[in-house]
């Protein structure tokens, strides 16, 4: 994720197999979203696919998978790593949010 939101030559769309709980903190909406959530939805329209059980793989994993769609939003800014690393525009302000928060609850 953090290569198809960093780079410079970003995919119209990607279609990815990740593990469920993964694909759900993507997709999350607020106040349930985390930064890597609003990193990828700053570059991206994102959707749940399907579901793909565990049992369906062989050797089966320990947790179930499920497709991560994603469209380029071509938003004007985006908040990939580089940016996140230098604090740029909306970047510092998400940033700062998560960095509050994870003080507040410590």
């Given at each position: 994720l953090r290569v198809l939101?960093?780079?410079s030559?970003?995919?119209?769309?990607?279609?990815l197999l990740m593990q469920k709980e993964v694909t759900e903190r993507v997709?999350?909406?607020?106040?349930?979203m985390s930064i890597l959530s609003v990193a990828v939805q700053t570059s991206y329209t994102v959707s749940q696919g399907e579901?793909?059980?565990?049992?369906l793989f062989?050797?089966?994993p320990k947790v179930d998978s499920k497709v991560?769609?994603?469209?380029?939003?071509n938003s004007?800014?985006?908040?990939?790593?580089?940016?996140l690393a230098t604090g740029?525009?909306?970047?510092?302000?998400?940033?700062?949010?998560f960095q509050q928060n994870q003080f507040a609850m410590g």
């Amino acid at each position: 994720l953090r290569v198809l939101s960093d780079t410079s030559h970003k995919p119209d769309a990607a279609v990815l197999l990740m593990q469920k709980e993964v694909t759900e903190r993507v997709c999350a909406t607020p106040p349930n979203m985390s930064i890597l959530s609003v990193a990828v939805q700053t570059s991206y329209t994102v959707s749940q696919g399907e579901l793909v059980p565990a049992a369906l793989f062989t050797p089966p994993p320990k947790v179930d998978s499920k497709v991560l769609v994603m469209q380029q939003n071509n938003s004007p800014g985006s908040c990939g790593r580089n940016r996140l690393a230098t604090g740029q525009g909306k970047c510092l302000f998400v940033v700062a949010i998560f960095q509050q928060n994870q003080f507040a609850m410590g």
